[in-house]
Protein backbone atom coordinates (compact mmCIF):
# COMPACT_ATOMS: atom_id res chain seq x y z
CA UNK A 1 0.00 0.00 0.00
CA UNK A 2 1.33 3.52 -0.33
CA UNK A 3 3.38 5.44 1.97
CA UNK A 4 2.32 8.45 3.64
CA UNK A 5 5.29 10.15 1.29
CA UNK A 6 3.55 9.17 -1.95
CA UNK A 7 0.15 10.00 -0.41
CA UNK A 8 0.94 13.83 0.25
CA UNK A 9 3.26 13.61 -3.54
CA UNK A 10 -0.05 12.62 -5.18
CA UNK A 11 -1.83 15.22 -3.15
CA UNK A 12 0.53 18.06 -3.85
CA UNK A 13 0.17 16.88 -7.98
CA UNK A 14 -3.54 16.36 -7.66
CA UNK A 15 -3.67 20.10 -6.35
CA UNK A 16 -0.90 21.76 -8.47
CA UNK A 17 -3.43 19.92 -11.72
CA UNK A 18 -6.43 21.57 -10.17
CA UNK A 19 -4.87 24.96 -10.27
CA UNK A 20 -3.82 24.82 -13.78
CA UNK A 21 -7.76 23.34 -14.38
CA UNK A 22 -8.51 26.44 -12.12
CA UNK A 23 -7.22 29.06 -14.66
CA UNK A 24 -8.34 27.39 -17.76
CA UNK A 25 -11.78 27.48 -16.25
CA UNK A 26 -11.80 31.10 -15.40
CA UNK A 27 -10.55 31.64 -19.09
CA UNK A 28 -13.39 29.83 -20.26
CA UNK A 29 -15.56 31.59 -18.32
CA UNK A 30 -17.24 28.94 -16.49
CA UNK A 31 -16.71 30.49 -13.01
CA UNK A 32 -15.60 28.27 -10.14
CA UNK A 33 -17.44 27.32 -6.88
CA UNK A 34 -14.88 27.58 -3.90
CA UNK A 35 -17.46 27.23 -1.17
CA UNK A 36 -18.03 23.54 -2.98
CA UNK A 37 -13.86 23.52 -3.23
CA UNK A 38 -14.26 23.84 0.26
CA UNK A 39 -16.81 21.04 0.80
CA UNK A 40 -14.78 18.66 -1.01
CA UNK A 41 -11.75 19.05 1.13
CA UNK A 42 -13.33 18.90 4.36
CA UNK A 43 -15.01 15.74 3.06
CA UNK A 44 -11.48 14.65 1.91
CA UNK A 45 -10.12 14.97 5.86
CA UNK A 46 -12.50 13.24 6.90
CA UNK A 47 -12.64 10.03 4.30
CA UNK A 48 -8.86 9.91 5.38
CA UNK A 49 -9.46 9.72 8.92
CA UNK A 50 -11.87 7.35 8.19
CA UNK A 51 -9.65 5.08 6.34
CA UNK A 52 -7.94 4.87 9.41
CA UNK A 53 -10.28 4.09 11.72
CA UNK A 54 -12.12 1.44 9.48
CA UNK A 55 -9.77 0.36 6.54
CA UNK A 56 -8.74 -2.37 8.63
CA UNK A 57 -12.10 -4.28 8.49
CA UNK A 58 -11.77 -4.38 4.51
CA UNK A 59 -8.03 -5.98 4.45
CA UNK A 60 -9.02 -7.90 7.15
CA UNK A 61 -11.65 -9.12 5.30
CA UNK A 62 -9.77 -9.32 1.94
CA UNK A 63 -7.27 -11.84 4.20
CA UNK A 64 -9.92 -14.35 5.65
CA UNK A 65 -11.05 -15.20 1.84
CA UNK A 66 -7.19 -15.58 1.03
CA UNK A 67 -6.96 -18.08 3.32
CA UNK A 68 -9.63 -20.22 1.43
CA UNK A 69 -7.91 -19.57 -1.78
CA UNK A 70 -6.45 -22.97 -3.91
CA UNK A 71 -3.73 -21.34 -5.75
CA UNK A 72 -2.05 -17.75 -5.05
CA UNK A 73 -0.18 -15.32 -7.49
CA UNK A 74 3.28 -15.00 -7.28
CA UNK A 75 3.89 -11.21 -7.03
CA UNK A 76 7.52 -11.78 -8.65
CA UNK A 77 5.81 -12.80 -11.74
CA UNK A 78 4.89 -10.13 -14.40
CA UNK A 79 1.70 -12.61 -15.33
CA UNK A 80 -0.09 -11.89 -12.22
CA UNK A 81 0.29 -7.96 -12.39
CA UNK A 82 -1.21 -7.97 -16.01
CA UNK A 83 -4.54 -10.67 -15.23
CA UNK A 84 -5.07 -8.80 -11.99
CA UNK A 85 -5.46 -5.41 -13.17
CA UNK A 86 -8.20 -7.24 -15.37
CA UNK A 87 -9.64 -9.12 -12.93
CA UNK A 88 -9.88 -5.87 -10.58
CA UNK A 89 -11.14 -4.12 -13.40
CA UNK A 90 -14.05 -6.58 -13.70
CA UNK A 91 -14.54 -6.66 -9.77
CA UNK A 92 -14.98 -2.46 -9.61
CA UNK A 93 -16.74 -2.86 -12.40
CA UNK A 94 -19.74 -4.62 -10.33
CA UNK A 95 -18.38 -3.08 -7.13
CA UNK A 96 -18.76 0.55 -8.43
CA UNK A 97 -22.67 -0.66 -10.58
CA UNK A 98 -24.10 -2.27 -7.22
CA UNK A 99 -23.13 1.24 -5.28
CA UNK A 100 -25.56 2.52 -7.99
CA UNK A 101 -28.13 -0.08 -7.59
CA UNK A 102 -28.26 -1.12 -4.39
CA UNK A 103 -29.34 2.16 -1.96
CA UNK A 104 -27.73 1.01 1.32
CA UNK A 105 -24.59 0.97 -0.96
CA UNK A 106 -25.56 4.23 -2.72
CA UNK A 107 -26.26 5.56 0.69
CA UNK A 108 -22.20 5.82 0.74
CA UNK A 109 -21.88 6.65 -3.44
CA UNK A 110 -24.20 9.19 -3.19
CA UNK A 111 -21.69 11.71 -1.34
CA UNK A 112 -19.31 11.29 -4.47
CA UNK A 113 -22.19 12.06 -7.17
CA UNK A 114 -23.82 15.17 -5.00
CA UNK A 115 -20.81 17.61 -6.51
CA UNK A 116 -22.93 20.31 -8.68
CA UNK A 117 -19.24 21.27 -10.56
CA UNK A 118 -17.22 18.78 -11.87
CA UNK A 119 -13.32 19.42 -11.10
CA UNK A 120 -10.72 17.69 -9.97
CA UNK A 121 -10.87 17.82 -6.36
CA UNK A 122 -14.41 17.03 -6.66
CA UNK A 123 -12.75 13.48 -7.44
CA UNK A 124 -11.66 13.80 -2.93
CA UNK A 125 -15.71 13.63 -2.12
CA UNK A 126 -15.78 10.27 -1.15
CA UNK A 127 -18.08 9.05 1.67
CA UNK A 128 -17.07 8.74 5.46
CA UNK A 129 -18.27 5.20 5.44
CA UNK A 130 -17.25 3.67 2.61
CA UNK A 131 -16.34 0.49 4.73
CA UNK A 132 -20.06 0.22 6.01
CA UNK A 133 -21.45 0.18 2.60
CA UNK A 134 -20.46 -3.26 1.73
CA UNK A 135 -20.04 -2.71 -1.60
CA UNK A 136 -16.29 -3.73 -1.60
CA UNK A 137 -17.70 -7.45 -1.08
CA UNK A 138 -17.69 -7.59 -4.95
CA UNK A 139 -13.54 -7.17 -4.57
CA UNK A 140 -14.11 -11.06 -2.31
CA UNK A 141 -13.95 -13.17 -4.90
CA UNK A 142 -10.69 -11.89 -6.83
CA UNK A 143 -8.54 -12.63 -2.73
CA UNK A 144 -10.49 -15.89 -3.05
CA UNK A 145 -8.71 -16.57 -6.95
CA UNK A 146 -5.49 -16.55 -4.46
CA UNK A 147 -4.53 -12.48 -5.30
CA UNK A 148 -2.47 -11.11 -2.38
CA UNK A 149 -4.75 -8.66 -0.47
CA UNK A 150 -2.17 -5.79 -0.07
CA UNK A 151 -1.79 -6.33 -4.05
CA UNK A 152 -5.82 -5.85 -4.42
CA UNK A 153 -5.46 -2.79 -2.11
CA UNK A 154 -2.78 -1.38 -4.00
CA UNK A 155 -3.96 -1.92 -7.00
CA UNK A 156 -7.52 -0.45 -6.32
CA UNK A 157 -5.72 2.61 -5.13
CA UNK A 158 -3.58 3.12 -8.26
CA UNK A 159 -6.79 2.59 -10.08
CA UNK A 160 -8.55 5.60 -8.27
CA UNK A 161 -5.73 7.87 -8.50
CA UNK A 162 -6.48 7.10 -12.61
CA UNK A 163 -9.85 8.44 -12.03
CA UNK A 164 -9.13 11.95 -10.18
CA UNK A 165 -7.59 12.96 -13.58
CA UNK A 166 -11.11 11.86 -15.29
CA UNK A 167 -13.19 14.72 -13.18
CA UNK A 168 -12.66 17.70 -15.48
CA UNK A 169 -14.09 19.47 -18.26
CA UNK A 170 -10.88 20.82 -19.33
CA UNK A 171 -10.38 17.28 -21.55
CA UNK A 172 -12.27 16.65 -24.95
CA UNK A 173 -12.41 13.46 -26.44
CA UNK A 174 -9.79 11.48 -26.72
CA UNK A 175 -10.32 9.67 -30.33
CA UNK A 176 -9.54 5.86 -30.21
CA UNK A 177 -9.03 5.76 -26.80
CA UNK A 178 -12.55 6.34 -25.87
CA UNK A 179 -13.06 2.56 -27.37
CA UNK A 180 -10.83 0.76 -24.77
CA UNK A 181 -10.25 3.32 -21.98
CA UNK A 182 -12.34 5.47 -19.67
CA UNK A 183 -11.54 9.03 -19.99
CA UNK A 184 -12.49 12.54 -18.83
CA UNK A 185 -15.76 12.37 -21.41
CA UNK A 186 -16.86 9.15 -20.02
CA UNK A 187 -16.98 9.93 -16.87
CA UNK A 188 -18.58 13.08 -17.24
CA UNK A 189 -21.87 11.15 -18.56
CA UNK A 190 -21.70 8.89 -15.37
CA UNK A 191 -21.35 11.98 -13.12
CA UNK A 192 -24.73 13.31 -15.24
CA UNK A 193 -28.35 13.62 -13.50
CA UNK A 194 -29.64 13.96 -17.24
CA UNK A 195 -31.88 10.86 -17.54
CA UNK A 196 -30.08 9.57 -20.70
CA UNK A 197 -26.76 9.39 -18.27
CA UNK A 198 -28.15 7.72 -15.59
CA UNK A 199 -26.32 5.06 -14.44
CA UNK A 200 -23.79 4.77 -17.49
CA UNK A 201 -20.03 4.16 -17.26
CA UNK A 202 -19.52 2.45 -14.17
CA UNK A 203 -15.23 1.62 -15.14
CA UNK A 204 -12.06 2.49 -14.01
CA UNK A 205 -9.38 2.47 -16.31
CA UNK A 206 -11.13 0.82 -18.83
CA UNK A 207 -14.70 0.77 -20.05
CA UNK A 208 -15.25 -2.44 -22.12
CA UNK A 209 -17.58 -3.41 -19.36
CA UNK A 210 -19.60 -0.94 -19.59
CA UNK A 211 -19.35 -2.39 -23.92
CA UNK A 212 -19.71 -6.10 -22.72
CA UNK A 213 -22.37 -5.26 -20.03
CA UNK A 214 -24.81 -2.39 -21.97
CA UNK A 215 -23.91 0.77 -19.16
CA UNK A 216 -22.13 2.43 -21.69
CA UNK A 217 -23.18 5.64 -22.79
CA UNK A 218 -21.42 8.14 -25.39
CA UNK A 219 -21.43 12.23 -24.57
CA UNK A 220 -23.14 13.49 -26.37
CA UNK A 221 -23.18 17.40 -28.49
CA UNK A 222 -26.69 17.79 -28.28
CA UNK A 223 -26.79 17.05 -24.38
CA UNK A 224 -24.70 19.00 -22.17
CA UNK A 225 -24.19 17.45 -19.10
CA UNK A 226 -26.12 18.57 -15.54
CA UNK A 227 -23.88 17.69 -12.88
CA UNK A 228 -25.07 16.42 -9.41
CA UNK A 229 -27.66 13.99 -7.89
CA UNK A 230 -31.13 14.90 -9.64
CA UNK A 231 -32.45 16.62 -6.36
CA UNK A 232 -29.93 19.33 -6.42
CA UNK A 233 -27.87 19.29 -3.17
CA UNK A 234 -27.10 22.89 -2.10
CA UNK A 235 -25.22 22.51 0.77
CA UNK A 236 -21.45 22.92 1.25
CA UNK A 237 -21.39 21.68 4.74
CA UNK A 238 -19.29 18.11 4.71
CA UNK A 239 -21.43 17.21 7.80
CA UNK A 240 -24.75 17.74 5.83
CA UNK A 241 -23.19 16.13 2.52
CA UNK A 242 -22.42 13.16 4.39
CA UNK A 243 -25.14 12.29 6.45
CA UNK A 244 -27.56 13.40 3.59
CA UNK A 245 -28.60 9.48 1.57
CA UNK A 246 -28.27 7.71 5.24
CA UNK A 247 -30.93 10.02 6.80
CA UNK A 248 -33.12 9.63 3.99
CA UNK A 249 -32.90 6.17 3.62
CA UNK A 250 -32.80 5.41 7.30
CA UNK A 251 -36.68 7.68 8.04
CA UNK A 252 -37.89 5.92 4.48
CA UNK A 253 -36.92 2.55 6.43
CA UNK A 254 -38.86 3.62 9.79
CA UNK A 255 -41.84 4.88 7.79
CA UNK A 256 -42.04 1.63 5.96
CA UNK A 257 -44.86 -0.42 6.37
CA UNK A 258 -44.30 -4.01 6.36
CA UNK A 259 -41.08 -5.94 5.98
CA UNK A 260 -41.46 -5.80 2.15
CA UNK A 261 -41.51 -1.82 1.98
CA UNK A 262 -38.94 -1.60 4.69
CA UNK A 263 -36.17 -3.94 2.76
CA UNK A 264 -37.00 -1.72 -0.43
CA UNK A 265 -36.08 1.18 1.45
CA UNK A 266 -33.06 -0.36 2.75
CA UNK A 267 -31.67 -3.06 0.20
CA UNK A 268 -33.89 -1.93 -3.27
CA UNK A 269 -32.68 0.21 -6.42
CA UNK A 270 -32.85 4.19 -5.19
CA UNK A 271 -35.78 4.39 -7.25
CA UNK A 272 -37.86 1.91 -5.78
CA UNK A 273 -38.28 3.77 -2.68
CA UNK A 274 -42.33 3.86 -1.57
CA UNK A 275 -44.30 6.40 -1.08
CA UNK A 276 -45.81 7.50 2.38
CA UNK A 277 -47.97 10.14 3.76
CA UNK A 278 -45.71 11.81 5.80
CA UNK A 279 -44.22 15.45 5.76
CA UNK A 280 -40.96 15.69 3.43
CA UNK A 281 -37.32 16.71 4.47
CA UNK A 282 -36.41 19.11 1.70
CA UNK A 283 -32.38 20.66 1.40
CA UNK A 284 -32.10 20.87 -2.34
CA UNK A 285 -33.93 21.92 -5.27
CA UNK A 286 -35.04 19.66 -8.20
CA UNK A 287 -34.25 19.65 -11.71
CA UNK A 288 -36.96 20.46 -14.32
CA UNK A 289 -39.21 17.23 -13.92
CA UNK A 290 -38.77 14.74 -16.48
CA UNK A 291 -42.10 12.41 -17.12
CA UNK A 292 -40.59 9.70 -15.34
CA UNK A 293 -39.56 12.29 -12.00
CA UNK A 294 -43.11 14.36 -12.33
CA UNK A 295 -44.36 14.75 -8.87
CA UNK A 296 -47.32 16.93 -7.47
CA UNK A 297 -47.62 18.13 -4.30
CA UNK A 298 -51.00 18.23 -1.99
CA UNK A 299 -52.42 21.92 -0.82
CA UNK A 300 -50.36 21.23 2.62
CA UNK A 301 -47.48 20.52 0.77
CA UNK A 302 -46.93 17.37 3.45
CA UNK A 303 -47.41 14.48 1.29
CA UNK A 304 -46.26 13.63 -2.19
CA UNK A 305 -47.55 11.68 -5.17
CA UNK A 306 -45.08 11.12 -7.51
CA UNK A 307 -43.99 8.43 -10.61
CA UNK A 308 -41.24 5.78 -10.41
CA UNK A 309 -37.80 8.10 -10.85
CA UNK A 310 -34.58 7.28 -12.15
CA UNK A 311 -31.97 4.95 -10.41
CA UNK A 312 -29.63 8.24 -9.38
CA UNK A 313 -32.61 9.67 -6.75
CA UNK A 314 -32.64 10.55 -3.36
CA UNK A 315 -35.85 9.86 -1.19
CA UNK A 316 -38.88 10.84 -0.23
CA UNK A 317 -37.80 12.61 2.23
CA UNK A 318 -34.92 14.73 1.02
CA UNK A 319 -32.89 16.35 3.08
CA UNK A 320 -24.33 11.51 0.72
Known amino acids: MPDPETNLAFLLVGLAF???????????????????????????????????LTGFIIVAGLFLAYDFAPVV??????????????????????????????????ASHAVHHSTNEFTLPAAFRLSWFSTFS??????????????????????????????????TEACGKLGPLEWIFNTPSHHRVHHGSNEAYLDKNYGGVLIIFDRLFGTFEEERDDMPVVYGLTKKLESNNPFVIVFYEWRNMFRDALHARGFKQTWTALFGRPSDMPIFDTPVFDTGTEEPATPSQRRTANVAGLAQVREPRPHRQTSTFTGN
Not at 76 to 92: A, I, K, M, P, Q
Request: proline fraction near 2%; aromatic fraction near 26%; charged fraction near 15%.
Open 134 to 167: FAWLALMPMALMGFHPLFITGMLMANLRFQYFLH
Open 73 to 106: WELDDWRTWVVGFFVLEFCYYWQHRFSHTIRWAW
Open 18 to 52: AFVEFVWRRKKGLGYDFGAFGGHIGIMFGNALSRV
